[in-house]
């Protein structure tokens, strides 16, 4: 049965759909399907992929109020292992129209219940928000990932969020599980990063993810084209430091470094990565 992942983060522009969009990419890059579910109404993390919803089409919002089945829905991308459940802009007035609906909060959970076995995992892309669309996909979830922006106000919003997350874990959902934060848009070269790193760290432990990603115009591209970083410039320092991450995700559920040591991308994407690092 998949592992639920959830992509969150209050604050915008902190690399959110960056690294849902890649980390998923990379994943099947490693021979792991995985299902991407776009459940920001703004549908960025499908159209990153190159899948946008004509008129006519179905989304994830038809999915989650039964309107379609799931085989209408899920949408192809480049990898074969890699799915994807689009969004469209009818995804933002699920909170108002699911208000009055008994078990709302539960609805995304009982959507993807039935597709849980077709993946090892699926990763829900959060809008910058903590309404009934992010406690739907926490409530579905097993586990959370912050992406934390490597700059001045990075711990802005930070405790709050992290505040609801243990709020809804301690009263609606006890199995959920912080799996850790995601430093992005990180410079090594300038004290503000290390030092919000460090910070950032403190916060979060042993929880922390080691692997950052770097402040990246190839990253800031990519989605311009539908492309994944691995389809549009799979030999920068964005795409190297997503398929650490993914390793690294990885090794904490079980895996082992050096079963990727060797391993290449295939076609275009044929590309040595050093991960013993």
């Keep these: 049965?998949?592992?639920?992942?959830?992509?969150?983060?209050?604050k915008g522009g902190v690399g959110k759909t960056t690294t849902s969009i890649n980390l998923a990419y990379a994943l099947s890059c490693l021979n792991q399907e995985v299902l991407l579910v776009d459940f920001d109404p703004q549908g960025n993390a499908g159209s990153g992929l190159g899948v946008t919803v004509e008129?006519?089409?179905?989304?994830?919002?038809?999915?989650?109020?039964?309107?379609?089945?799931?085989?209408?829905?899920?949408?192809?991308?480049?990898?074969?292992?890699?799915?994807?459940?689009?969004?469209?802009?009818?995804?933002?007035?699920?909170?108002?129209?699911?208000?009055?609906?008994?078990?709302?909060?539960?609805?995304?959970?009982?959507?993807?219940?039935?597709?849980?076995?077709?993946?090892k995992f699926i990763i829900i892309d959060c809008p910058p928000s903590l309404g009934l669309l992010t406690l739907n996909a926490m409530m579905a979830a097993d586990s959370v990932i912050t992406p934390v922006q490597c700059e001045y106000y990075a711990m802005e919003g930070l405790a709050h969020f992290m505040e609801t997350?243990?709020?809804?874990?301690?009263?609606?959902?006890?199995?959920?599980?912080?799996?850790?934060?995601?430093?992005?848009?990180?410079?090594?070269?300038l004290n503000l990063a290390k030092q919000?790193?460090?910070?950032?760290?403190?916060?979060?432990?042993?929880?922390?993810?080691?692997?950052?990603?770097?402040?990246?115009?190839?990253?800031?591209?990519?989605?311009?084209?539908?492309?994944?970083?691995?389809?549009?410039?799979?030999?920068?320092?964005?795409?190297?430091a997503y398929i650490k991450l993914a390793v690294e995700f990885l090794t904490r559920r079980g895996a082992k470094a050096e079963d990727f040591t060797d391993l290449k991308l295939t076609g275009e994407r044929a590309i040595n990565y050093d991960f013993g690092g």
């Design 1 to 10: 049965m998949a592992e639920i992942v959830v992509v969150a983060n209050q």
């Design 165 to 189: 997350v243990n709020k809804i874990k301690q009263f609606l959902h006890p199995k959920l599980k912080m799996d850790g934060g995601v430093l992005t848009m990180y410079d090594a070269h």
């Design 55 to 119: 008129d006519g089409q179905k989304s994830v919002y038809h999915l989650l109020t039964k309107v379609a089945p799931f085989d209408q829905v899920v949408r192809q991308t480049s990898s074969e292992f890699l799915d994807v459940l689009p969004a469209c802009k009818d995804l933002a007035g699920a909170e108002v129209e699911l208000v009055n609906v008994r078990g709302r909060e539960n609805m995304l959970k009982d959507a993807l219940a039935p597709i849980r076995d077709m993946y």
């Design 196 to 240: 919000v790193r460090d910070e950032v760290s403190r916060y979060f432990g042993e929880k922390i993810y080691k692997t950052p990603i770097p402040r990246n115009i190839r990253l800031a591209e990519a989605p311009s084209f539908g492309q994944s970083i691995f389809d549009y410039e799979p030999a920068c320092r964005g795409a190297e």
